[in-house]
């Protein structure tokens, strides 16, 4: 029992590396933090292990009954796999923000670095999406050859400056003349 606790204290740790730098992080978002569960899971069923290896040792593998939660076991299995490939392509969230990111990566090249509001800086991921996807980075600061503005703040450029490329949801992206 001992070894399972040492053991159970390992996972947990481990568990722990992955969810505290996300708990740390303002940038992150709380499906990062999803590669640290099995960690955390083997942590917490590990002392359980003598139990259940106790309980597995009185199934009897020969019975119809058996064989028939392996038959059912299989077809959910198979039911999995191919529910995932079903999905494969298709976004599962945040629908809009990839789609800001993808319909503009046909305008701005990779390696750059685009304008956005100071409000919107703080919208992390689309940070995360667009150096992601698209290798493109965000700044409030400086100007840039483009400029990704959020149409819910006042727009504070000269209109004349600029040329209107996309407009996206809320957000407009324009290129400098």
């Not at 965000?138 to 450029?157: A, C, K, R």
Request: hydrophobic share 45%.
């Amino acid at each position: 029992m001992k070894e399972q606790i040492n053991n159970s204290l390992l996972f947990f740790s481990l568990s722990l590396c992955g969810i505290l730098p996300i708990m740390l992080s303002l940038k992150q978002s709380g499906y990062y933090i999803v590669p640290a569960y099995p960690f955390l899971a083997i942590a917490f069923a590990l002392p359980f292990q003598p139990l259940v290896k106790g309980l597995m040792e009185k199934i009897n593998s020969s019975s119809k009954s058996f064989f028939v939660f392996k038959i059912i076991s299989y077809f959910l299995l198979i039911s999995v796999f191919l529910f995932s490939f079903s999905q494969k392509g298709k976004i599962g969230r945040d629908e809009k923000e990839l789609q800001l990111v993808f319909e503009c990566g046909k305008y701005i090249p990779e390696n750059t670095t685009i304008s956005i509001d100071d409000e919107t800086y703080i919208a992390w991921k689309l940070h995360a999406y667009f150096a992601r996807y698209k290798n493109i980075s965000l700044d409030p600061d400086n100007s840039q050859l483009f400029y990704l503005h959020n149409q819910d703040l006042p727009f504070s450029h000269l209109h004349d400056e600029y040329i209107h490329l996309i407009e996206i949801d809320n957000f407009v992206l324009i290129e400098k003349k």
